[in-house]
């Protein structure tokens, strides 16, 4: 099951290559808290290598490029997802020229075309890309929609990937977003 989340995450890049605090804050009237865990019990991930950390919640785990995956990338996973094959959260770092992966990322990859608007990112100007797929809950709303970013610090490009963006807790880990380096 592992290898098939890992299969399934290296296709969900490839297709974004081939075919990201942030300014992800919370509605003015919306106040969001780390109320569904402990916040003393969220950890935090730093990547020294390319410099960067966030916070997440402790029962979610953490996939590195090292477990078989032919690129490097930090892949956060909800144990509740790993058999449906949604990702999470994932971060990659970009070799090909900035503008190149944003004109990529404005296409359709399997759902409705995306959606691009200029955020910050943890300081930094980048792109957002909304891409909602097909399938619907019991109560209409769509079942999987992607949250993209894509943003560049200190020459490195950064690409940021959840399916899980209606979830508060997802916003809060993304707004915790930092370069060390």
Known sequence: MKKLLFLTISMLFIAAACNQQAAVQPAQNQTITKTDTDPATWKTYTNTKYGFEFEYPADKYLLNGSDGIDFENTVLQSKSDADNMTVYLAVRIETKPFETVRQQLKKAVGGSVPVESAITFAGENGYAFVEKYPGTNEDGSVSVSSY????????????????????DEIKLILSSFKFTK
């Open 148 to 167: 993209e970013v894509l943003v560049k610090h200190n020459g490195t490009i950064y690409y940021i990937l959840t399916q899980k963006y209606n979830l």
